[in-house]
């Protein structure tokens, strides 16, 4: 069956999360995972974290809380991938789902606050 580059990405990115599910699988529960093309053009230069590429490859949204009742998020967290950038910077499959998997690892432990290497333990370490 055809698959669309769209529909192959969007495989590698639920990949990647069923990769961090036997782990996290409660954590996850609350996590909404999602594709746009390429970042917003309106994100202001000062959201930038000051040692990333101008092109971000993904971005976290926490939970917002409830007005009604502010101990209760109103919607999920959701991390949101580029997939242009992230295919930019990929020169083939096998990179391209590296780099999917590195960069749901990386967003996943900002939103727990967390090392990337305690997400998962293969994550490469920096040192």
């Known amino acids: 069956m055809y698959r669309s580059r769209s529909e192959q990405f969007d495989d590698l990115v639920l990949q990647a999360v069923a990769q ?10 609350g996590v909404e995972f999602a594709v746009e093309e390429v970042p917003s053009a309106d994100r202001p230069a000062d959201q930038l974290l000051p040692d990333t590429d101008p092109v971000p490859l993904a971005r976290l949204e926490p939970a917002w809380p409830d007005a009604r009742n502010p101990a209760q ?11 242009r950038p992230l295919l930019a910077r990929a020169e083939g499959e096998e990179e391209l789902s590296e780099l999917v998997l590195d960069v749901v690892i990386e967003e996943f432990a900002r939103l727990l606050g967390v090392d990337p290497q305690a997400v998962d333990p293969s994550y490469p370490d920096d040192d």
């Open 73 to 83: 998020p109103a919607g999920p967290a959701r991390i949101v991938l580029y997939r």
């Open 20 to 29: 961090l599910e036997p782990r996290w699988e409660s954590e996850l529960a």
